[in-house]
Structure formats: C-alpha cells, structure tokens
C-alpha cells in the first residue's frame, strides 16, 4: 500500500499549430518541495498545477516542465493584397521618378517584393486558439498526475516487497535470538554458580545475600528479554505501516530508529558470541532497510 517517491511520467499534446510537451519526476525529499518550468504568459495555469500537486502529493521532491514550440509549416503564411497593391503602387511611382530625372533603377525580384514588411501574414494564432491552448494544458494537468501517481504506487509495490522481505529477516534472527537467550541462561546459571563457590571457598565472612543481591544486578544488567519484546513489537508494527493507505514514510522512518537502538542494546548486553552476531546481523538488515524508508512518501 506504501507509495515511493520516486516517480516519473510525461504526456505531450498540441492543438493547431502548437505542441507541447509535460514532463514530471521526483525523488525523495523531508517535505513536498515543488519546482515548475513553465513557459511566460499561460495565466492561472502554475496555480492550477501548484494546487493539483499539492492535493495528490504529501512528500518528494518533485519537478515539472512544460515545453512548448509552434510549427512554423504548419503555422502558415497569407498574403496581403491590400499592403502589395500599396507597394506595387509605390514602387511604379519611384520608378516614374527616376526616369524623369535620368535615373536607371535595378528590377527587384518577387522575393525582394514578399520580404517587404506586411506583404505576408503569419499565421500567428487568435486569442481565441490561444484560450484554447490553455484549455487544453489545464485538461492534462490530471492525467498527468495521474500517471505520476500511478508510477509512484508502482515503485512503492517494489518498495513494499523489498521492505516486506528485509522484516521477514529481522523475523528469523528475532526467533535465532530467543534460542540464543535460552542456551545463554543456561551457561550463565553454570557460570554464576562456579564462580560465586570458588569466592565462598576463598573468603571468609563474605555476606552471601550482598554477593546474592550483586549476582542479581548483574543478571538484571544482562536481561534482553524487554529489547527483544520491544523488537517483536516493532515488527509487527512495520508490517501495519506496510498495509496502510496514504503517506506512512515519516511513521516508518521514527521506527527505523527503534529497530535500532534494540539492536545497539542487544549487542552492548548480549554477554555471548552467539547473541552479538545475531545483533550485528540485526543492525545490518535495520540499516538496509532504513535506505530504502528513505523513499517511502
């Protein structure tokens, strides 16, 4: 159910003369960070999208750009009739001219006589097709996001499976340190009792409830039993977060930090070689997965 924050999606249209093309991407980011690139003179359509993003998005860094470009064959030329009677008018008057005062003037060409300025009309668009083109760019905004959204779901399924497996390892080495703590009791029991007979045997008015009471400290000191509790919990609340709809990736993040300090802990109290390889085990699975929470929205 998680969604990554990575995503990426493009969509192109145009309408007339105009193309255009969308692009939207993402990586992962504290908060939602929006940068647009989006060509001058397109009204309310940055609000629009501003608006549209924040509605669907929660986290990411997220970066979106418009280009769009007019096709100059498509666009088109007219000629205007009125302007060339004017010019051919003008240009028998100069010629007239220059005759009577002895002048011979070089013939100009078609070309020279369409390059004169208001001879041609580009087809530039109306305001009525650049309304549309607007519509029409506001139209995409949700599609778009749309397929942004849908490839961010898709990263996270993988996210999710990948998350999913990394729990199943926390799993099994919770259940190799349970076994560990059952032989490790054991060798403590033996080992307390060795020890505490050979300082009876060699001292002499040694209080045994004090040694006692110390032995108890020490055996408390060792106890894992809370951090492994603590780390049974933290696994099934992952896989909660897991099945949950909508952002859960700052939630998953705080407990990435608790999976880890029960790992530091069982390490630093783990009193056998067994229980802090199971640890080290342990820390380096929590901070593989906390690489990959990185991206979780």
């Known amino acids: 159910m998680v969604n990554s924050m990575t995503g990426f999606a493009a969509l192109e249209g145009h309408f007339g003369a105009t193309r255009w093309n969308w692009e939207l991407r993402s990586v992962n980011a ?15 359509l940055e609000q629009l999208v501003r608006k549209s993003l924040s509605e669907n998005l929660t986290r990411g860094s997220v970066s979106l750009s418009l280009r769009m470009q007019t096709d100059a064959v498509a666009q088109g030329f007219t000629l205007n009739s009125e302007q060339l009677d004017n010019i051919l008018a003008a240009l028998k008057e100069v010629e007239v001219r220059a005759e009577d005062q002895g002048l011979l003037l070089t013939a100009g060409s078609a070309a020279d006589i369409l390059g004169l ?7 530039d668009s109306s305001e009525d097709d650049q309304k549309a083109v607007l519509q029409a760019l506001k139209a995409e905004i949700q599609p778009l996001i749309t397929a942004f959204t849908a490839s961010r779901a898709a990263e996270g ?13 926390v799993a099994a080495l919770y259940q ?7 032989d490790r ?19 002499t008015g040694a209080d045994e409830q004090r040694v006692a009471q110390e032995l108890a400290m020490l055996a408390v ?17 992952a896989r909660e977060l897991l099945a949950t709809r909508g952002a859960v990736g700052r939630k998953f993040d705080f407990l990435m930090q608790e999976f880890n300090r029960e790992a530091n802990t069982l390490c630093s109290k783990s009193g056998s070689a067994e229980l802090t390889r199971i640890g080290l ?3 380096t699975v929590i901070d593989q997965m906390r690489e990959q929470v990185q991206n979780v929205e």
Not at 30 to 44: A, C, E, M, Q, S
Not at 176 to 182: C, K
Not at 185 to 203: G, I, P
């Open 30 to 44: 504290r908060g939602l960070d929006l940068r647009l690139r989006l060509p001058d003179g397109l009204g309310d």
């Open 157 to 169: 399924r993988a996210l999710a499976a990948i998350l999913d497996q990394q729990l199943t390892e």
């Open 176 to 182: 190799q340190a349970l076994a560990a703590i059952g």
């Open 281 to 283: 085990d342990l820390k």
């Open 117 to 123: 300025r208001g001879v041609l009309d580009s087809g």
């Open 221 to 237: 000191k060792a106890d894992v039993a809370e951090e492994l509790d603590r780390l049974a919990a933290h696994i099934g609340a």
């Open 185 to 203: 009791f054991a060798r403590m029991a033996e080992t307390l009792q060795t020890n505490l007979k050979l300082v009876l045997d060699n001292s």
